[in-house]
């Protein structure tokens, strides 16, 4: 279901209170045009010897129907008025709720003590396929700090291994919630909780991934029967990130003669979180030195 943005609801509340001030402006002014013709009025015949009885003219002297209607209206718009509160109570709630819980300030189910860390950039991937000048199809890795593709080495394998270095950390009783208040679940000892924070098990999951598709060197043995659960649970969990997260920056597109269609460049800017200062802070956690983290960049983009 649909909802309307909170400025036109305040603009709807805004409208409603308007109108009922102008409505009230109107009528007491109306009322007190009337009064004043019905002063006169009983007045003037007041000055009648023969036609001032009460018993002729029961209705002279009696408030006029006009207040009447102004109590019934008054009552009417009293209720809009109360409407009208109630709308712009909600409307404010969710306001300052939307600002609360948000991607830059953490959502309620984050981890509180990791919000105060994020920050907001903008990056432009790397790793597109290109064409380079010999006409073959290559990843383009310029402006990356980091590789982390291609043939299995120590290198390569040391920069998924800091990725990974802080995949398991421990918080204390007062940091073992989520900004909502939530409570974690596993209490690793008295007074000390155990969890992952979700990233970083995605990361783990793409890196077992990668390692598939060079499984002589790094599977040699048979795989059992757990390689391949793991394998599908890495993938399905990766599948509901992308869809929870569901990143709607849109692609550029740049038209080929050559394959005579619309090709991808690769050169959109993407907003996302800092996640170097996020690993940073989650590596300190951990209770290692932090100058194993080697102080190095690990976002793909630039």
Known sequence: MSTRPHYELYAIVHGHLVSTINWLRLRLESLRSASQNHNEASYNALNKEEYDSDDLHPTIGRPPLTWRCLALGLAERLVWMLCSAVLL???????????????????????AVATPHIAIQEIVYTG???????????????????????????????????????????????????????????????????????????????????????????????????????????????????????????????????????????????????FDKMLRWDFTMTGKPLSETKEYKSHQGS
């Open 128 to 274: 597109g396929v290109v064409r380079n000048d010999e006409g073959k199809l290559v990843l383009d890795h310029s402006g990356a700090s980091t590789i982390y593709v291609g043939e299995p080495s120590a290198e390569l394998d040391e920069s998924w291994d800091r990725l990974e270095s802080a995949i398991e950390i421990t918080l204390q009783s007062h940091e073992a919630k989520t900004k909502d208040g939530q409570m974690l679940d596993t209490m690793q000892s008295e007074g000390e909780y155990r969890t992952s924070l979700d990233v970083v098990h995605s990361l783990h999951c793409l890196n077992q991934l990668r390692k598939v598709l060079y499984r002589e060197y790094y599977f040699p043995n048979r795989p059992n029967e757990f390689f391949y659960t793991h394998m599908n649970h890495c993938i399905d969990h990766l599948r509901q990130a992308l869809q929870c997260h569901a990143d709607l920056t849109p692609l550029n597109y740049k038209w080929s003669e050559e394959h005579d269609r619309a090709l991808p460049t690769w050169s959109s800017k993407h907003t996302c979180r800092d």
């Open 89 to 111: 109570s909600v409307v404010v709630i969710q306001h300052f709720n939307t600002q609360m819980h948000s991607y830059e300030t953490g959502f309620a189910t984050d981890l």
